[in-house]
């Protein structure tokens, strides 16, 4: 299964993975957050039992990674 998706960045065709994490990853839109409760929000949850891998589009160019979260 293989779209052509390309780098929005350079224009390189993107692979398909999985961003691999059995810890949370937020987002937060300041530099400042120093807590991971501090107002970020979660894109990924925590997986305690095993890893959540979460679909996931990597540049091999630029090294830009998208991925969609809930
Ligand atoms: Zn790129």
Redesign the pocket.
Known sequence: MHDSKS??????P?KHGYIISSRRISWSESSETVWADDGSEVLIKDAWFKLKKTPALK??????VMFKHN
Do not use: G
């Open positions: 780098c929005p960045e350079c224009n390189h993107l540049c091999e160019a630029c090294h830009l």
